[in-house]
């Protein structure tokens, strides 16, 4: 189990560099997809299978099939100077220099793996006989959660899909001028 | 179960590194956005590590939410990048800087 995670890490962490450093964007999109695809992996090894699926569909199906649609629907051909100016180059030294003090301080402690389970059970999701939300791999425990403990939050993702579908709309319909006349 | 829950938070930290970075240094909007979306990710991964090793489904459902949200986001986002271009023809940050003055 530790090899497929260091196979998934490398499939996950390399791609996303690969994309971020990639001139044409056409190519960082195709990146993006294989990153996507390496974390969907490293979601099966967490044991969440209906998410895995979900990020293959979602995540590396529809969202970067819009984004290479509009990639080559604007058809840019302006070669992307990459010349930070100092404020961007201050900003970036100090979040690395952050990152690596947060990464070594992570390494070095043993984390919060080294917790005990009677500071977890202390915890109020834990899960117990009756709290049904402990940890389950069905599709009907994530149906249940949602309609149950999240019932709010869920249908305001449907009025949220609603009101961003309408704004798409209003953004990108062809606007008409008081003359009547057609204005891009 | 060998796997630790450090070596994951060490991948999402490192995919919002990754992301954070390119947030900063490129100048492609659509690059941006994408960047935008790996550190979405990274918090996803984040979530899941950290409801698998707590033992509760909350993590896994609020992915669903992120997932959603990032979908209705893209959508959002593109159709105004599709409007700049159609008035700027580019997407370089540096023309997009009307509302600087």
Redesign the interface.
């Known amino acids: 189990?530790?090899v497929l995670?260091i196979i998934f890490?490398v499939l996950?962490?390399v791609p996303?560099?690969l994309?971020?450093v990639s001139r044409n964007?056409v190519n960082?999109?195709m990146f993006?997809i294989i990153?996507?695809v390496g974390?969907a992996a490293?979601?099966v090894?967490?044991?969440?299978f209906l998410?895995a699926i979900?990020?293959v569909l979602?995540?590396a199906g529809?969202?970067m099939v819009?984004?290479l649609f509009?990639?080559m629907?604007?058809d840019?051909d302006?070669v992307?100077?990459?010349k930070?100016g100092t404020v961007?180059s201050i900003?970036?030294g100090i979040?690395?220099a952050l990152?690596i003090v947060?990464?070594a301080v992570?390494?070095g402690s043993?984390?919060?793996?080294g917790q005990s389970v009677a500071h977890?059970a202390a915890?109020p999701?834990?899960?117990s006989a009756d709290n049904p939300?402990?940890?389950?791999l069905s599709a009907k425990?994530?149906g249940f959660?949602?309609f149950t403990?999240?019932m709010l939050?869920f249908q305001l993702?449907g009025v949220?899909?609603l009101?961003?579908?309408i704004?798409?709309i209003i953004?990108?319909k062809k606007r008409e001028t008081s003359q009547g006349q057609e204005q891009? | 179960m060998t796997l630790s829950l450090n070596s994951f938070l060490f991948v999402s930290g490192l995919l919002f590194a990754i992301g954070f970075f390119g947030v900063l240094l490129r100048r492609n909007v659509l690059v941006i956005f994408m960047s935008l979306e790996m550190m979405l990710n990274a918090a996803i991964l984040a979530l899941i590590a950290f409801s698998r090793f707590n033992g509760t489904m909350d993590g896994n459902l609020f992915v669903f939410f992120i997932i959603t949200v990032a979908a209705a986001e893209i959508a959002v986002g593109l159709a105004i990048i599709v409007a700049l271009f159609r008035k700027r023809q580019s997407v370089m940050v540096e023309q997009l800087s009307s509302l600087k003055n």
Do not use: C, H, N, R
Not at chain 1, 110 to 113: C, I, P, T
Not at chain 1, 133 to 136: N, R, T, W
């Open positions: 189990m530790d995670f890490a996950t962490v996303a560099l994309m971020v964007p960082g999109a993006m990153s996507f974390m490293l979601f090894l967490l044991e969440a998410l979900l990020q979602v995540y529809a969202i819009l984004f509009i990639i629907l604007l840019m302006e992307e100077k990459i930070p961007t900003a970036s979040s690395l990152i947060g990464v992570l390494l043993d984390g919060l793996a977890l915890a999701d834990f899960p939300m402990g940890l389950a425990a994530y959660g949602l403990k999240y939050p993702t949220l899909l009101v961003s579908m704004g798409v953004i990108s891009s």
